[in-house]
């Protein structure tokens, strides 16, 4: 007897199939097959030869693969009992429910007291699959591996792309070709980290960002996790999801990975990126105000660092209103004694030395000139040097010898106290003061994986945002440390880089694009002087590149020469007005024929306007610019597009090409087929064009 289930999302069908109550496993994924596609056939069609050196019987790639069942790969659950022997489990059928969108199977090791649970939530809109694997045992256990429904690798792809980094380079993308073993990726780190970012892309052969077919994962989950991409002896590839090995630490009856978010993609990694951004921002974040537009953002840190003085950020607010800002963010240095990075912290009560009257004047100041109140948090984290952990240094997590990160150790979030005393803390300040932000921060690993942890974090904001659903939360750590769905349920912006060097946040943001809208991607205009690069950058490259995501300042205003105000004030006044279409557009990334432009699309769902930036961030090695390509366009419409900064163009550009001083009217077949011929410009230079249907 053989059960088949599909799932379909209007742009990808999934086909589960099994032999009589065994495990099933995915005999299709791809384009959306036709309704009556008879779905026995295919799990038939899907079997493999058998010749010599083999089992006389395929074990079956399923949604667990079993090694009770001989599988000769990586196994979906690995387990052991009480006394820490091996458990080999083998499921059979229980149940299975369907409706037009959800999937649950439910499978029972009679023997072992197991149950298996995999659950499928399709989502016609977005066309993302929501996809999560439990296991429920009649006794304590422990679990060393426990994957998210286990899905094959497209045969006819050459590499997959995941994604790695570091602290001010953040979303690498890593191009590894397949070959027989296995690519494995692990946060060990206890958040989802700079290092791995919890996203993989298959692409197939021929897929660029525009065009081909590409498959996509992401992980929604902030501790450490693991991805296992293997190519068996035989030749299929199955792509593994779940918690790091071991995080979770003690004997339990209950486990569930996280959801796993998978799509399919027939318009190369644009249609990837596209499902992703709009199911993050339209399905994953809730938006405490969500009829308000996103408010132009400055953050003092790079402007005083830990040296608060009234005074001096009631001038800095003034200057930062009157150039767009409708935000200001308070950062590290308010509380305790925080004159520098080795104390207070855990301790959230204002430092009375620099505020003898408390942040209310300071938040009245900012009040009357129109902006909203931000504070910074770093609550997961303790110094040695505080009155907390002079009162409670068994709050700790992990050893006491253990190495210091930025002079600082972990809270141990697993232990209630610590919630409560945290809880207690910041409900005060939010209570007593009026806020409307808070940068959540965290600025170190731990000192080992462990889920307990991320669970903790989890059930405090969760607690936050209940009691105060007015307030919008950052998740800042280190930079891009802790990105993923799983804390964005919690939040709604996301600290990309801790760089501020326009160059470098023009590639992390152009690969971020992949997985994050422009909603929840916070770019802000950096100093003159990077301080994380030393790279002295023009105010236009600046101002445009934090443009081009949720726009904000982290400069000292009084260091800005008269024409640079100017600049990044007609660059913020533009933002503004376009922020209302901007903040649910497609991000779309181009195929640049030019290595030295890293080029992207802003589209509307309407596909009635759309903003192409394009920053050449090297020496291009033709002469003038190669015709950029657009993307996604209604082929039959006609677009004008404009230059919207012709008047940066430089003097050696000498010559009259259209752009420069009038609009291009095209069809759109002629943007994407042809494409726009833009001016000459320097190296770490941006041009932005501006296009409408007519």
Not at 311 to 338: M, S, Y
Not at 660 to 688: C, E, N
Request: aromatic letters at 8%; one cysteine or more.
């Amino acid at each position: 007897m053989t059960h088949t289930y599909r799932i379909d999302t209007g742009r990808q069908t999934l086909v589960l199939a099994a032999r009589n109550t065994r495990l099933p496993q995915v005999v299709y994924w791809g384009a959306p097959l036709p309704a009556d596609e008879d779905l026995a056939m295919l799990h038939a069609a899907h079997a493999i030869d058998i010749t010599g050196g083999m089992l006389d019987e395929n074990p079956d790639l399923s949604l667990c693969p079993e090694a009770s069942r001989s599988f000769p790969g990586q196994p979906g659950l690995i387990l052991r009992d009480a006394g820490g022997a091996p458990v080999l489990a083998m499921f059979s059928l229980v149940d299975a429910v369907q409706t037009a969108t959800d999937l649950r199977l439910t499978y029972r090791d009679a023997d072992n007291g197991l149950d298996l649970i995999c659950t499928f939530l399709s989502d016609p809109e977005t066309h993302i699959i929501t996809c999560q694997t439990a296991l429920n045992a009649e006794y304590p256990v422990y679990l060393d591996w426990l994957a998210a429904p286990v899905l094959p690798a497209p045969q006819h792809s050459e590499t997959m792309i995941d994604i790695s980094g570091r602290w001010c380079g953040e979303f690498q993308l890593a191009h590894t070709p397949w070959s027989a073993g296995i690519r494995l990726r692990e946060s060990r780190t206890g958040r989802s980290g700079h290092e791995h970012f919890p996203g993989l892309i298959v692409p197939c052969h021929g897929a660029t960002n525009t065009q081909g077919e590409a498959y996509a994962f992401h992980y929604g989950w902030s501790g450490g996790h693991r991805m296992i991409a293997e190519e068996l002896a035989d030749g299929r590839r199955q792509i593994q999801w779940g918690h790091a090995a071991g995080s979770d630490t003690q004997a339990a009856t209950h486990f569930s990975t996280a959801p796993l978010y998978i799509n399919y993609s027939d318009s190369g990694l644009n249609g990837c990126a596209v499902a992703f951004q709009r199911h993050l921002r339209d399905r994953i974040v809730t938006w405490p105000k969500p009829d308000t537009p996103r408010p132009v953002h400055y953050n003092c840190w790079e402007a005083v660092y830990f040296d608060h003085k009234l005074p001096v950020l009631k001038d800095i607010a003034t200057r930062a209103a009157a150039l767009g800002a409708e935000r200001f963010v308070l950062d590290d240095g308010w509380f305790g004694r925080r004159d520098d990075d080795t104390t207070s912290l855990s301790d959230w009560i204002v430092d009375a030395r620099k505020y003898p009257q408390g942040l209310q004047p300071l938040i009245a100041h900012i009040h009357g000139l129109g902006m909203t109140f931000g504070l910074w948090f770093e609550p997961e984290m303790i110094n040695e040097d505080s009155d907390t952990y002079r009162t409670h240094p068994g709050w700790v997590l992990g050893r006491a010898d253990q190495t210091r990160g930025r002079q600082q150790l972990v809270l141990n979030m697993a232990l209630p106290a610590v919630r409560e005393y945290l809880y207690g803390r910041i409900a005060a300040i939010l209570t007593d003061h009026p806020i409307d932000y808070i940068k959540w921060d965290h600025n170190r690993v731990l000192p080992m994986p462990d889920a307990a942890q991320t669970r903790g974090t989890y059930a405090l904001l969760d607690r936050l945002r209940v009691d105060f659903p007015a307030v919008e939360i950052e998740s800042c750590a280190s930079g891009g440390g802790r990105i993923d769905f799983g804390i964005l349920q919690r939040t709604q912006r996301v600290w990309l880089s801790d760089s501020n060097d326009a160059l470098e946040r023009l590639r992390i943001q152009h690969d971020a694009a992949l997985f994050l809208p422009m909603a929840v991607t916070g770019s802000h205009v950096g100093p003159r002087i990077c301080h994380t690069s030393g790279r002295t950058l023009d105010m236009s490259l600046r101002a445009w590149v934090a443009a081009q995501r949720h726009m904000g300042f982290e400069m000292d205003p009084r260091e800005l020469t008269d024409h640079e105000a100017a600049v990044l004030s007609k660059v913020t006044g533009w933002w503004k007005q376009n922020r209302h279409w901007l903040h649910s557009a497609d991000i779309l990334r181009l195929d640049s024929a030019d290595p030295a432009v890293i080029a992207e699309q802003q589209l509307a769902r309407d596909k009635a306007r759309f903003v192409v930036f394009a920053g050449k961030a090297a020496t291009s090695t033709q002469i003038v610019p190669r015709p950029l390509r657009l993307t996604g366009l209604d082929g039959q419409a006609r677009y004008r597009v404009t230059l919207v900064n012709r008047d940066e163009a430089p003097g050696l550009s000498r010559g009259a090409p259209l752009l420069k001083s009038g609009s291009l009217v095209a069809s759109g077949t002629y943007l994407m087929q042809h494409g726009v011929t833009l001016p000459w410009s320097f190296p770490d230079r941006i041009w932005v064009l501006q296009g409408e249907s007519l």
